[in-house]
């Protein structure tokens, strides 16, 4: 059983910065992209960055030059860090991964529990 497991999020000012944490656990063979989602209320929920196993990020345009994505392999896990954060940066945000089991052939799509980040003004 493999999970994953969010951790950083908080109530902020904005201007400020959050660093999230996802880790993944379980029986692992691989991870491959993972990525960031966040949805606020009364909207879809939206992908904010993604990263390769290989490290290419990808990000929304909205948190570009804001947010930076990371990943470290040794530790399954992958990063947000979030600098100069705004009032509509206001979500829960979710951890996303490609994650190949142990003893399986195939990657299967993993969500983590999610965690709340608020921007105050």
């Known amino acids: 059983q493999v999970q994953l497991v969010e951790s950083g999020g908080g109530l902020v000012q904005a201007g400020g910065s959050l660093r999230l944490s996802c880790a993944a656990s379980g029986s692992i063979f691989s991870i491959h992209a993972m990525g960031w989602f966040r949805q606020a209320p009364g909207k879809q929920r939206e992908l904010v960055a993604v990263?390769?196993?290989?490290?290419?990020?990808t990000y929304v345009d909205s948190v570009k030059g804001r947010f930076t994505i990371s990943r470290d392999n040794a530790k399954n896990t992958v990063y947000l860090q979030m600098n100069s954060l705004k009032p509509e940066d206001t979500a829960v945000y979710y951890c996303?991964?490609?994650?190949?089991?142990?003893?399986?052939?195939?990657?299967?799509?993993?969500w983590g529990q999610g965690t709340q980040v608020t921007v105050s003004s």
């Open positions: 990263i390769t196993s290989g490290g290419t990020a």
């Open positions: 996303n991964g490609f994650v190949t089991p142990s003893g399986v052939a195939i990657p299967s799509n993993y």
